[in-house]
């Protein structure tokens, strides 16, 4: 990855600062984007002294606001071309609340932000787009409840935004023939990682709160520590690996392995849909 400029949404913490990690290994510059300067101040120091590559550096936005994706957009392209894109940053919210764009959080993060930065970003890129998964994307998606306007369930809809972020990917790929340009989705699996740990109990579907004291005592055993970075080697893997360089358009498992996608992304009609949306609320 040497010579190669990776920017890494949600790069501060978890999943994204195990995935800024390892390309930094690689030899990449990496742009890490967080919404918090001290946090992120931390976490450039901490890759920085872990990796020994001084090409990381972070820049500040919060991925639910449209003017500062503008603004994000405006920094990078004045720094010249982005090798991969990963757009890695992900919103879980107790109940429904909508940014100052009035789009609601949950939405706003996980479908519109990779769809508003990577298309802000178009005239600089110049190889990979990779739209991380998350959750338990799969089921129906429920067109007539994006944005949780009929019932909401912090985690029931984090999983329809991230069903809608791969239905949202995959009609992005149908639409970009630029050559040397891919867009893929990437599934990291499961991992306890800080936005878990601070999901309160009513964010859960009331089918499974009596068993969240024994969840939350079995997910760092389980999914903490290494499985943090095991999380983020798909991640890597599609930034990074020659045999999945001209692959675009296609989904990929926990494994780095070309998986089916969803029957319900599959559905045209879902993925006009949810394009048509993004494209509304963003004007």
Not at 152 to 174: D, I, P
Request: hydrophobic content about 45%; glycine content about 10%; proline content about 5%.
């Amino acid at each position: 990855m040497r010579g190669k400029t990776v920017l890494v949404t949600g790069g501060t913490g978890g999943i994204g600062k195990e995935t800024a990690r390892g390309l930094a290994r690689l030899g990449a510059e990496v742009i890490l984007v967080g919404r918090d300067g001290d946090r992120a101040d931390a976490a450039v120091a901490e890759l920085r002294r872990d990796t020994g590559n001084p090409r990381i550096e972070a820049l500040l936005a919060d991925v639910t606001s449209q003017d500062d994706l503008r603004r994000l957009a405006a920094q990078v392209r004045d720094r010249g071309a982005v090798d991969v894109l990963i757009n890695n940053a992900g919103v879980v919210k107790e109940r429904r609340e909508l940014t100052a764009d009035g789009v609601e959080t949950a939405f706003a993060a996980n479908v519109v932000a990779p769809y508003l930065l990577t298309r802000l970003l178009m005239p600089v890129l110049r190889g990979r787009v990779i739209n991380i998964a998350g959750g338990v994307p799969r089921g129906r998606i429920a067109l007539e409840n994006l944005q949780g306007e009929k019932s909401y369930v912090g985690l029931s809809h984090y999983n329809q935004t991230k069903l809608a972020l791969m239905a949202m990917s995959r009609a992005f790929a149908e639409q970009v023939r630029e050559p040397g340009i891919t867009i893929n989705v990437g599934y990291p699996g499961h991992a306890s990682t800080d936005m878990n740990k601070a999901l309160p109990t009513s964010a859960y579907p009331p089918v499974a709160r009596p068993i969240v004291p024994l969840l939350r005592r079995l997910m760092p055993v389980l999914y903490g520590g290494a499985a943090i970075g095991r999380a983020a080697s798909s991640s890597v893997h599609l930034a990074s690996d020659p045999g999945v360089a001209e692959v675009h358009g296609a989904y990929f498992n926990s494994k780095a392995q070309r998986a089916p996608w969803p029957a319900a992304v599959e559905d045209r009609r879902n993925r006009e849909a949810i394009w048509a949306l993004c494209a509304e609320l963003t004007g």
